[in-house]
């Protein structure tokens, strides 16, 4: 067993030196040879960095991490509107092994960092200060008290991925999703703009990602300080931009479970929060079915219950089934007066 996950690994480390390292870098730190070009774009997500442990888009839910189909499917489809393209080309056996090894590159980041996060403390100064108790580093250092806590790390790490496959943590709807009809897109939107969960703050009221949020300073969640300037940021501190949902552009998947998990567990590493708490989930399938419908429909909805698009709300483009005022026909104008053509000289003699 042991012989065949290290065969695994060995093949998935070579697949991932030639498909992924030129993004992801070496040791999975988001940093590749071609990584510098991405951060040209402000807005498009930089390549993930492993090291802690976090991907975004997981079926699991809050407080679980990436199971293995999760990342497969990421690697196999890509990420929609990125530079992380599709390996659909690639061998079941072949993503099989990529995934086995950007989860080794994930777990040896966390466990590297919670030893760091452990001795920190025993640590020199950044300004080159000695430690204050030489004899404490020293003796966190030596071979067996080191070992001690390098296998609490190991353990705790290798714990939170063994529980990420476990099907109860899935994001699985109890119920089938609602029809899509008028009625769910209406409560879905009033959901949306509601202050209860009051998407519309990130998404903005017509869904194009402008909202008021933005605008707001935002604490790193780390150091307890506020960042310099307004914006949204993810656990890596990059600014991030909440989606523009009129695009149609879905990065975690734009089939309905798909969303219906995004809305239910959020986006993780993220400020996008999962409502599983906050919502029924008949209410959540409600913002499914209107938030798939805005590319097409538009975001806004009026008193008739008609969507359209920001800054349309005419009529003439919707197929009634019942009348308003503007719609019924204009008084019959006045018959015209008859004229009587010329006759010709033929007819005058």
């Known amino acids: 067993s042991l012989r065949l996950i290290g065969h695994k690994l060995q093949a998935g480390r070579?697949?991932?030196?030639?498909?992924?390292?030129?993004?992801?870098?070496?040791?999975?730190?988001?940093?590749?040879?071609?990584?510098?070009?991405?951060?040209?774009?402000?807005?498009?997500?930089?390549?993930?960095?492993?090291?802690?442990?976090?991907?975004?888009?997981t079926s699991t839910k809050i407080g679980f991490y990436a199971s293995r189909d999760d990342l497969r499917r990421t690697i196999k489809q890509g990420l929609a509107g990125t530079y992380m393209p599709s390996f659909l080309l690639l061998e079941s056996g072949q993503l099989d092994?990529?995934?086995e090894f950007v989860r080794f590159l994930a777990m040896r980041g966390e466990v590297e960092r919670r030893l760091l996060d452990h001795l920190q403390p025993l640590m020199p100064a950044d300004d080159g200060t000695p430690p204050s108790d030489l004899a404490a580093?020293?003796?966190?250092?030596?071979?067996?008290?080191?070992?001690?806590?390098?296998?609490?790390?190991?353990?705790?790490?290798?714990?939170?991925?063994?529980?990420?496959?476990?099907?109860?943590?899935?994001?699985?709807?109890?119920?089938?999703r609602p029809p899509d009809t008028e009625k769910s897109r209406i409560r879905g939107r009033s959901l949306f703009v509601d202050t209860k969960i009051n998407c519309a703050k990130c998404h903005g009221e017509g869904g194009r990602?402008?909202?008021?949020?933005?605008?707001?300073?935002?604490?790193?969640?780390?150091t307890q300080q506020n960042y310099p300037t307004p914006g949204l940021r993810d656990a890596w501190h990059k600014m991030i931009q909440p989606r523009n949902l009129t695009s149609g552009?879905?990065?975690?998947?734009?089939?309905?479970?798909?969303?219906?998990?995004?809305v239910t567990a959020g986006i993780k590493a993220t400020p996008m929060a999962g409502f599983v708490t906050n919502l029924a989930e008949a209410d959540r399938w409600h913002i499914v079915n209107?938030?798939?419908?805005?590319?097409?429909?538009?975001?806004?909805?009026?008193?008739?219950?008609?969507?359209?698009?920001g800054g349309d709300r005419s009529h003439a483009h919707h197929d009634h089934d019942h009348d308003h005022d503007h719609d019924k026909p204009a008084d019959k104008p006045a018959d015209k007066p008859q004229t009587t053509q010329p006759k010709s000289a033929k007819d005058k003699k």
């Not at 938030?291 to 698009?309: K, N, T």
């Open 14 to 57: 070579r697949l991932y030196m030639q498909h992924c390292m030129h993004c992801h870098g070496v040791t999975g730190d988001g940093n590749g040879p071609t990584a510098r070009y991405i951060r040209n774009h402000r807005f498009n997500p930089l390549p993930r960095d492993y090291r802690r442990g976090k991907f975004k888009f």
């Open 209 to 222: 990602g402008n909202g008021a949020f933005l605008k707001d300073i935002q604490k790193n969640l780390e």
């Open 290 to 309: 209107y938030v798939l419908s805005i590319p097409i429909d538009g975001a806004f909805i009026d008193e008739h219950g008609h969507q359209y698009h």
């Open 249 to 262: 552009i879905y990065r975690g998947g734009r089939r309905p479970l798909d969303v219906f998990r995004r």
């Open 137 to 176: 580093l020293e003796k966190e250092l030596a071979v067996d008290t080191f070992n001690e806590a390098f296998t609490d790390a190991a353990s705790l790490v290798a714990e939170n991925w063994v529980n990420a496959e476990d099907p109860e943590h899935l994001v699985i709807p109890n119920t089938p």
């Open 97 to 99: 092994a990529i995934v």
